[in-house]
């Protein structure tokens, strides 16, 4: 069982940054894909980051490549999501996400996901 506890999130204005962090609980965090994903208002969730369990592979959504990177610290049982140029439509909650079967090729998808967390929101004015 890994339990995820997003925070980081808050308002910022266009242009400006932030940055994401999920704590995980668990020995076997190590071995497990993680994956970004947000959900806006009246919007289905949507993928945005993943990357795998040794951090040598990441993943990005269109939208977001060249603004937003992920990393994870392993010995410190997270992982992270830097937010550069936020636009407004990045205004979402944002969940944590982890991959107990790191399968690769759907890293994209949601319901591959077997743990989540509860969400930080993302509030990103004009």
């Known amino acids: 069982q890994v339990q995820l506890v997003e925070s980081g999130g808050g308002l910022v204005q266009a242009g400006g940054s932030l940055r994401l962090s999920c704590a995980a609980s668990?020995?076997?965090?190590?071995?497990?894909?993680m994956g970004w994903f947000r959900q806006a208002p009246g919007k289905k969730r949507e993928f945005v980051a993943a990357?795998?369990?040794?951090?040598?592979?990441?993943y990005f959504a269109d939208s977001v490549k060249g603004r937003f990177t992920i990393s994870r610290d392993n010995a410190k049982n997270a992982v992270y999501l830097q937010m550069n140029s936020l636009k407004p439509e990045d205004t979402a909650v944002y969940y944590c996400?982890?991959?107990?079967?790191?399968?690769?090729?759907?890293?994209?998808?949601?319901?591959?996901?077997?743990?989540w967390g509860q969400g930080t929101q993302v509030t990103v004015s004009s």
């Open positions: 668990g020995r076997t965090f190590s071995r497990y894909a």
């Open positions: 990357i795998t369990w040794n951090g040598a592979i990441t």
């Open positions: 996400a982890a991959d107990a079967q790191s399968r690769l090729f759907r890293v994209r998808v949601d319901d591959e996901y077997d743990y």
